[in-house]
């Protein structure tokens, strides 16, 4: 059974339990707490060196790290994760996008927005360039959004997940979606997709229920 | 035949250049100042809305962007390209690290510091944090080359190709790698490979000679 280590309040972390719950896959998960420090460990730093969340045991001491090669891992074979050279590529095309151009900025506003405390004064300068950016992302989604109901392969992917991570969290860092109206749409059809889970849905509440 | 649009001096662009001449793909290329605006055109913002190079044009109208994306693409079914499961992710996992904890800082020290004519002062208040963070995601690849030659498979992939498009120009802005031995014989063994070309090759000037 895979070990998912992850913190419950990432975006990254989110998308591998969002496609693992949606395609039924059992795992364990180790809940850390980066504020804590608990991904500086030396044991963490040995299964990720870059010390980042999530990471997924998929055999014994067997580690694999960043959550968009951890979709396509989960997601491989099943019609998540587009195959064909085409579609492939612009799945792969928008998840690089999305570790490039959305996540560096919606992902840093969230987390000290949202997960420090005080950290909005702390990153009072780099805010500004944040919210620029992460605006850039949204009009180059917007764009795709406008005359297409997912990003790859004409229907719902992988690559659907990864931008969900943070964009779903937008209004939570100060991002406003009113000027974004293909982006809310398309925030409604992921919430539709089946097996959908919220991001504050944990495995270990199941097994409480 | 394939069109790519690319600045010269980009490491993602050429990226794109040495897959394809590794891999003795013939293909048109569209040179593209940004600094003189050419990417910010209508017409190659409705090819790529991000508005970035590289760009490859695959089919009439067909345009793919995303430089670790493209690379998907062109080296599918060969041995650059892993299929087998771990390896897939494996070579997306350092693909997604470039993109998300490498590029950001050294493609933008690269660009203001040998691109932009004053962009260092343009840049001050910006650089020690691209120098931080740059030397971060060296410290986590020199980790692994420690240990494996190549960054994916036990071989050359195009996951090594994705990290040495920016990786071999930290010389040229300001990074030193006299601390990082390991990275400076994988630099050398990329140059090694079967018919690699420097940053500075052009197809055009092929036809030239």
């Known amino acids: 059974m895979y070990t998912l280590y992850s ?20 795992y ?22 870059s010390g980042r969340v999530p990471v997924l045991e998929v055999a014994p001491g067997r580690y694999l790290s960043e959550s968009n090669a951890i979709l396509w891992y989960i997601a491989g074979g099943t019609p998540l994760a587009p195959e064909d050279r085409i579609d492939r590529t612009t799945a ?13 900025y919606l992902g840093a506003a969230f987390f000290w927005l949202t997960v420090v405390k ?36 004409g229907h719902y992917t992988i690559a ?15 991002f406003e979606l009113e000027a974004f109206p293909a982006i809310r749409a398309w925030l409604n059809r992921i919430v539709d997709q089946p097996g959908h889970v919220p991001m504050d849905w944990h495995p270990a509440a199941e097994a409480v229920e």
């Open 92 to 104: 792969l095309q928008w998840m690089f996008f999305e570790q490039n151009s959305l996540e560096p």
């Open 160 to 174: 659907d997940i990864a931008l969900y991570g943070y964009t779903h969290l937008a209004h939570e860092c100060d």
């Open 7 to 26: 913190m419950q309040r990432s975006g990254n972390c989110y998308k591998a339990r969002l496609a693992l719950a949606q395609l039924g896959i059992a």
């Open 28 to 49: 364990d998960i180790v809940d850390l707490d980066l504020l804590k420090g608990e991904t500086r460990t030396p044991e963490f730093l040995a299964m990720n060196p």
């Open 118 to 153: 005080g950290g909005r004064e702390l990153q009072m300068h780099a805010l500004e360039d944040w919210m620029e950016k992460g605006y850039q992302a949204f009009g180059v989604m917007e764009k795709h959004l406008a005359t297409n109901d997912f990003f790859a392969a």
